[in-house]
């Protein structure tokens, strides 16, 4: 599988996946961004993605195979 992630044209956090055939539709993963994201896989099924928030602190989302984290 392929993920990209993207700041949004609302600010907000966008994922967008390629399931090996197909890519699937955008997902809003929320927030309001100050910079671009990135992101890093260290094992099947787990992404972690990170962000500038509105207050200059890094933000953290995770994907455990099933559900993304709150920020």
Known sequence: QLSVFVRGTDN???HRQWNGAQ???WQSL???ITSAP???AWE??????????TDNALWH???NGNS????
């Open 23 to 25: 890519w699937l539709d």
């Open 68 to 71: 993304w984290t709150d920020w």
């Open 38 to 40: 990135s992101a890093a």
């Open 12 to 14: 907000g956090l966008w």
């Open 61 to 63: 989302r995770s994907f």
């Open 44 to 53: 099947e099924q787990r992404l972690d993605v990170f962000a500038r928030g």
């Open 30 to 32: 929320g927030g309001v």
